[in-house]
């Protein structure tokens, strides 16, 4: 079973009454939005809104790195998604291409965007990479990656945001999906891949054959 | 999760701790997420951002300069290059203009503000204070927590008394033409009264816990 998936990277305004509220004041967080649509007749077939509770390592330093910015091009050692230590520059060389906290895949492409895997442990701060993650396929036991879309950050009376979505189609058998994570590009003199979001404690969600799964990150902070 | 920490410390002029305050920031603003976006979407730009002067920047995602969410910074009166070497061609920042800030306006935080409402100046002079360089460190992590810490000093040599009541952060961002100052983060509270040769520590405490 095949569905066609989009390759265009979208630009979706949320509108301020669209904006979920789950955070406390003072919280940076993440807002997971979990829909499941049978694309035949364009039926929800399952709506699920909760919070994120796992940043984890490697998002902290990608932000330190970020903010730091030192001239002096020392590095942070931050573990990629293959369990390897990259040592993250914190500035640019002349004649780089550097990436940071990147995560606009491509249709298909696994190594950084929203990743969805089958794996249901608990997430902790040193976790680097989902623990079962889901290939990319049309087989049994793999599903369709969409290419990444983002929503334009939008903030009502209390709350500023960012969307992130990707949808995942599942094939035959279909699947169920117990860990979600984030995967953003670094740069060590290659691109590296490292995660920065899992998120494995919403008890799983089912998708049948044929169906779609649309996960929304929502980056959120709250005053 | 990630919470946030202000920490307020006022020094007399022989470095001794006079008051600390320890409290919950709760303000990251919207342009935060601003320049998160144009980071994790690299193929677009957001027009309409504006930058600490109110004026409204289309600001980019550049493989060049990558002073995006900058926040460490020189002291105030110095600048920094929106890249190394001579090949340096989106502009410079002053010191004073990212990094940590401090100011006088008590006008309540909403998410969308574009910088403090009275930042203080850096200087000498009547109402200024003399801004050191904002420096990163201490990035650590214990199962389930992590951390680092933004810090910047203040030095009062103006010859009167100044009341802070604000603080933020300023980061930077690129247009494709120069490097900007955007206000990520603001906090309003009860005054810090920093009298002449006094010195207030500002520090900024981000935590994440799993």
Redesign the interface.
């Known amino acids: 079973m095949r569905t066609e998936i989009g390759l265009k990277h979208d630009l979706k305004v949320i509108k301020p009454e669209e904006i979920h509220h789950l955070l406390e004041p003072g919280e940076l967080g993440v807002v997971l939005e979990l829909t499941v649509t049978d694309p035949k007749t364009g039926k929800v077939t399952e709506h699920r809104v909760i919070p994120s509770k796992s940043f984890v390592q490697q998002f902290l330093q990608l932000l330190f790195a970020k903010m730091i910015c030192n001239i002096s091009l020392s590095t942070v050692s931050i573990r990629d998604t293959s369990n390897i230590l990259r040592n993250v520059y914190l500035f640019r060389p002349l004649g780089v291409t550097l990436h940071s906290l990147a995560c606009n895949a491509g249709a298909g492409i696994v190594t950084n965007g929203i990743i969805v895997g089958t794996d249901n442990t608990a997430p902790i701060i040193t976790h680097y990479a989902l623990l079962a993650p889901i290939a990319h396929g049309v087989a049994g036991g793999q599903m369709q990656y969409s290419a990444m879309t983002f929503g334009a950050p939008g903030a009502d009376a209390t709350t500023s945001q960012v969307t992130l979505t990707r949808n995942f189609t599942a094939n035959v058998g279909g699947i169920t999906v117990n860990e979600i994570g984030l995967y953003v590009i670094g740069y060590d003199g290659a691109d590296r891949y490292f995660m920065t979001i899992r998120d494995a404690n919403f008890g799983g969600i089912v998708v049948p054959a044929g169906q779609t799964l649309t996960v929304n990150y929502r980056e959120q902070a709250v005053i | ?4 920490k202000l920490i307020l410390a006022r020094f007399d002029k022989d470095g001794q701790l006079i008051e600390r305050r320890e409290q ?7 342009h ?3 320049i ?2 144009i ?6 730009s ?1 027009a309409n951002v504006n930058d600490i002067g109110g004026n409204p920047r289309e600001i980019v ?1 550049t ?10 910074a020189p002291p105030g009166n110095v600048n ?1 290059p929106c ?3 001579s ?1 340096c061609n989106k502009g410079e920042q002053i010191g004073q203009d990212f990094g940590i800030v401090v100011g006088t306006g008590n006008l309540a ?4 503000q574009d910088a403090l409402q009275t930042k203080i100046a850096h200087g000498e002079g009547a109402g200024q204070l003399l801004y050191g360089g904002c420096e ?1 460190y201490g ?1 650590t ?1 214990a ?6 810490t ?1 810090r910047r000093y203040f030095t009062n040599v103006a010859g009167g008394a100044i009341a802070v009541v604000e603080a933020g952060i300023y ?1 930077s961002a690129l247009t494709s033409a120069l490097l900007y100052s955007f206000c990520i983060a603001r906090d309003v509270f009860a005054a810090v009264t920093v009298n002449n040769g006094e010195i207030l520590r500002v520090t900024y405490v ?1 935590q ?1 816990t ?1």
Do not use: C
């Open positions: 999760m990630i919470r946030m919950e920031s709760k303000s990251w603003l919207k935060l997420f601003d998160l976006y980071l994790h979407n690299e193929s677009v957001l995602y493989p060049t300069p990558i002073n995006a969410l900058q926040v460490g920094f890249m190394i070497g090949a935080v909403t998410p969308i990163l990035l992590f199962n389930p927590n992590g951390q680092f933004i980061a981000p994440i799993v």
